[in-house]
């Protein structure tokens, strides 16, 4: 079973930036539909960027033009580059995973359903 590791989450000042890294068990980036979702304590999971088998990309309307997602198959590792950072912003950062299929191909990125494999979550924090 793929497992998925996020880090770079922290604290930072509103307009700040932080680059987050999901590194998969396996060779998962190269192949696999990938995706970052953020939660907020009583609120449902949001997914806010994504990538999928062919290329193609998808951002929530809140994030877009401020963060960017991309992969490096070298390395088997996920980036989200989070840029112009607001309070709002403030979650727990997950990466998820899954096989190609309708439900996470574009333009279906987004849809939490489509993902099986999920990592543990790393809080980003942003104070104004």
């Known amino acids: 079973q793929v497992q998925l590791v996020e880090s770079g989450g922290g604290s930072v000042q509103a307009g700040g930036s932080l680059r987050l890294s999901c590194a998969p068990s396996?060779?998962?980036?190269?192949?696999?539909?990938m995706g970052w979702f953020r939660q907020v304590l009583g609120k449902e999971r949001e997914g806010i960027a994504a990538i999928d088998s062919d290329g193609a990309i998808s951002y929530a309307p809140s994030v877009k033009g401020r963060f960017t997602i991309s992969k490096d198959n070298a390395i088997n590792t996920l980036y989200l580059q989070m840029n112009s950072l607001k309070s709002e912003d403030t979650a727990m950062y997950y990466c998820?995973?899954?096989?190609?299929?309708?439900?996470?191909?574009?333009?279906?990125?987004?849809?939490?359903?489509?993902?099986?494999?999920w990592g543990q979550g790393t809080q980003v924090t942003v104070s104004s």
């Open positions: 396996y060779d998962t980036v190269n192949s696999y539909c």
């Open positions: 998820a995973a899954d096989r190609p299929r309708v439900e996470n191909k574009w333009p279906n990125g987004l849809l939490q359903r489509g993902y099986n494999y």
